[in-house]
């Protein structure tokens, strides 16, 4: 099995175009040729993960914060991050970095920290813009229906659970064939109508490139007619953060309990309880206080994230409960969804969690 297989199987579950402008998903070292012997999963890619890797006979590390964030200029080993890479390519050690793509998956990081608190009806908490598209293209009606089926065969054209959605009107083509061309119907010099079908399919806007060269190869004409358009339509599974049901209403500190046990935490920074039963709750794993006005709009009670400063605690102005409970702590169950999705799919090679503890912050008691 090749690295870059392994990459093609992370990127179906959570698609480097769902990655936030800021981020750097993807292969960030090693050779997407190279046989892959092992993977390790971690949260963060350290000097440590990276010896543990080279111990375990691993050459791939699958880690969800990016090692390399803003641009490196130089590698002389002056700080960690040009350690670890220096680390890395040393040793030929893959590292591949599944981020905020996974992050706005609903399956992904938030899927994880949904299940230790039993959610129900689990849905994305603000849908991602700009990932749809819409292709419209005009195609004489005799070949509408091979073009249609070029495209649905690309996989444009499915809407929620349905599929082989497209919209159709037929009107009337003009073109006039200059010298040189070799048109489908006409005489060159001539002005030419053709009656023609408008077809209309929307497409998830990564696949653009397997769309359009669908549409060119099934299209008779020389040019093909077509346009595209961005559309700011969203997908349902497609987001960050993630609100959902309990089973049964609990107390606010019934809440902060459960936070308490299954996430193997010493504290919780929070702001005062409002005395009212908790039956929704909304989440984000990281680095979320900016999803707060969306998680109070929706009716959340409880809304638990990490990274929040002293003056956005006040943001929750005693219309949710705000619970702080770090970030690592919030995201350490990436580490064993990633090992699932990927012991699932690869069973001939090990993959194994990284034993490292990589967050930074300690608590003194
Ligand atoms: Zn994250
Ligand atoms: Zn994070």
Redesign the pocket.
């Known amino acids: 099995m090749k690295i870059k297989e392994i990459a093609q199987f992370l990127e179906s579950i959570a698609p480097l175009s769902f990655q936030e402008s800021y981020d750097n998903s993807g292969l960030i070292t090693g050779n997407p040729e190279s046989e892959c012997v092992g993977i390790i999963t971690s949260?963060d890619v350290t000097e440590e993960v990276v010896g543990e890797a080279i111990a375990m006979n691993c050459n791939l590390i699958v880690g969800?914060?990016p090692i390399i964030f803003k641009g490196l200029k130089k590698l002389n080993g002056k700080n960690y991050v040009e350690r670890t890479i220096i680390k890395a390519i040393k040793n030929d050690i893959a590292i591949y970095a599944i981020?905020t793509n996974l992050?706005n998956v609903l399956q992904g990081?938030n899927h994880k920290i949904a299940e230790k608190l039993q959610l129900q009806n689990c849905k994305v908490l603000l849908p991602k813009e700009g990932t749809l598209k819409k292709l419209v293209t005009f195609v004489p009606q005799k070949n509408a229906e091979e073009v249609r089926n070029a495209l649905f065969e690309a996989r444009s054209g499915t809407v929620g659970n349905y599929d082989q959605c497209s919209y159709n009107v037929e009107g009337t083509g003009t073109f006039r064939a200059l010298e040189g061309s070799d048109p489908y119907v006409g005489e060159i010099g001539k002005r030419h109508q053709e009656n023609e079908t408008r077809i209309e399919v929307i497409f998830p806007a990564r696949l653009e490139q397997q769309v359009v060269n669908a549409l060119k190869d099934s299209h008779p004409y020389e040019e093909v007619a077509y346009y595209l358009h961005s559309l700011t339509n969203t997908q349902d599974n497609v987001g960050s953060g993630l609100i959902g049901d309990l089973p049964v209403p609990i107390t606010e500190k019934e809440s902060l309990s459960i936070l308490k046990k299954n996430f193997g935490l010493s504290v919780i920074r929070h702001t005062s309880f409002l005395n009212q039963p908790v039956h929704k709750i909304a989440l984000c794993?990281?680095?979320g206080f900016f999803l707060l006005s969306t998680a109070i709009a929706d009716g959340a009670q409880v809304y638990i994230t990490?990274d929040v400063k002293y003056h956005e605690f006040f943001d929750a102005d005693a219309r949710i409960l705000l619970a702080d409970i770090g970030?690592?702590e919030?995201?350490q169950f990436?580490i064993e969804l990633l090992t699932e999705f990927l012991q699932e799919k690869f069973s001939n090679f090990a993959v194994q969690k990284t034993e490292i503890n990589t967050n930074p912050v300690r608590y003194f008691s």
């Open positions: 949260l969800h914060h981020h992050d990081v794993g990281g680095s990490g970030h690592y919030s995201e990436t």
